[in-house]
Each structure stands twice: as structure tokens, then as C-alpha cells.
């Protein structure tokens, strides 16, 4: 006889989470040896917007040991990275007994949501922000000083990999979105309330990711607005379906 997930003691719900979180470590565990593996051709690629600068940039390393801790923190990035719709999938599987209706179709179709935009997240941070952002910070000089850049490789990976991670992070917003409108806690009532307060957060947000340039800044707040309308599109769909779906 199969026990009803929504009616599990308190223990059995510490057993189950003590479950995903090993599945989820194991997981990222395997994805961290594959980025190991493949570390020369990660770092190469998230050094390729260093090519177009008009400085010549020289990346280095300054200890003995420097190389080896650049890989395994790169491994254990990439692993988190990589690994996402595995923690997406148990995540919500721990979570989905709170919610009402949430079949197996609807897994999938969340899991490949959010995967989509977390990857979306990366790109963009790849291809728009850090080479926007690489290009402002470099152009700072002083006219009468010669000033080389040589930057740390770790210094230049732990600016990339966290400006990649938190983008990826920032894309999530429809995903928090569906889940907490499903709970009921969001409203498309409430987020409309909220969103003029919501875009000047994005404003300030995107003064932090990005350097003090109003195009970079216009680039990252774009995303960012057309994030929030999807989300009170959701919210919107989510609340009328269960109020068609109540007696």
C-alpha cells in the first residue's frame, strides 16, 4: 500500500528531504568530475569575451597551487550549474505535496521551464553583461599613468562564474512565480500592485550587476521588466484555472 505524500508523519517528511539532498549532492557530485574533466575547455570558453578589448589583457596566476584550486572551484561551479534540472526536479518533488493537482506532466513541463530559463540567464549574462561590463571597467585609466591589466585567473573566473550564476538565478523569477501562485500565495492582483516598486528594484538591481552605464543598465532591466509582466501572466492563468477548477 502506497502512503499518500501529502499525509507523511514529520519524520518520514525529514527521511524524504534527507533522500533528495543526497540525490541532489550526488548529482552535483557527477556534474563536478565532468566539469573537471573538461575544465581547459570551459575556462577557454569564459575567457573568450577577454578577446575583443582593446587593452591586452594578461591573465596569470601568482601561486604554486593556483591552477589546481581554479579547477576544482570551476568543478564545483560547474557542478551546482550543470546539475540544476536534477535540483529543480527534487525540489519541487519535495515540494509538489503543498500544492494541489500536480501531476506528472506538470513535473516535466516545470523542470524543463526552469531549466530553460535558467540556461537563458547564462547566455545572456555571457554574451551581453560580461562583455559590456568588461569593456566599461577596462576603459578606466588614468591619461598621464600607463596602467597594464593583468588579472588573476581566479580573480577574472569567480567575477564570470558569479555574474553567471546570479543571472541564471534572476531568470528563475517565473518559476518562484508558478510555484507560489499555485500555493496561493501570489496574486496577479498583488504583483500588479507591487510593480512599480518591483522596477525600481531592477533599476538598483541593475546598477549592482552592472557598471555604471546606462546602456549595460537598460540591457539587464529589459529582461528584467519582461520577466515580471510573464510572471503576472502566469499568476494570472494559474489563479483563473483554480478558480474555474473550485466547486
Avoid at 21 to 48: M, N, P, Q
Wanted: proline share 6%; hydrophobic share 55%; with cysteine.
Amino acid at each position: 500500500m502506497t502512503k499518500d505524500p501529502n499525509n507523511l508523519p514529520f519524520w518520514e517528511h525529514l527521511e524524504e528531504l534527507r533522500w533528495r539532498l543526497l540525490k541532489c549532492i550526488s548529482a552535483i557530485v557527477l556534474a563536478a568530475f565532468g566539469t573537471y574533466i573538461y575544465s581547459d575547455l570551459l575556462i577557454d570558453t569564459l575567457i573568450k569575451p577577454t578577446e575583443n578589448l582593446s587593452i591586452g589583457l594578461n591573465l596569470q596566476v601568482l601561486k604554486v597551487t593556483s591552477m589546481f584550486t581554479i579547477k576544482l572551484g570551476l568543478a564545483i561551479m560547474g557542478g551546482i550549474m550543470f546539475s540544476i534540472p536534477v535540483l529543480i526536479y527534487q525540489t519541487w518533488r519535495f515540494l509538489a505535496p503543498a500544492i494541489e493537482n500536480f501531476g506528472a506532466i506538470t513535473f516535466i513541463g516545470v523542470i524543463l521551464f526552469s531549466s530553460f530559463f535558467f540556461f537563458t540567464g547564462i547566455f545572456f549574462a555571457y554574451k551581453i553583461i560580461i562583455p559590456y561590463s568588461l569593456t566599461f571597467f577596462t576603459s578606466i585609466s588614468f591619461t598621464d599613468i600607463p596602467v597594464n591589466y593583468n588579472f588573476t585567473l581566479d580573480g577574472y573566473l569567480n567575477y564570470t562564474l558569479w555574474l553567471l550564476f546570479a543571472c541564471g538565478l534572476i531568470f528563475q523569477l517565473p518559476v518562484i512565480t508558478l510555484f507560489f501562485a499555485k500555493t496561493g500565495l501570489l496574486t496577479p492582483a498583488f504583483l500588479r500592485h507591487y510593480r512599480k516598486y518591483m522596477f525600481i528594484f531592477f533599476l538598483i538591481l541593475a546598477g549592482i550587476l552592472t557598471p555604471p552605464d546606462p546602456v549595460s543598465q537598460v540591457l539587464i532591466v529589459i529582461p528584467l521588466v519582461l520577466l515580471y509582466e510573464l510572471s503576472i501572466f502566469i499568476a494570472w492563468t494559474v489563479n483563473r484555472k483554480q478558480i474555474n477548477e473550485s466547486p
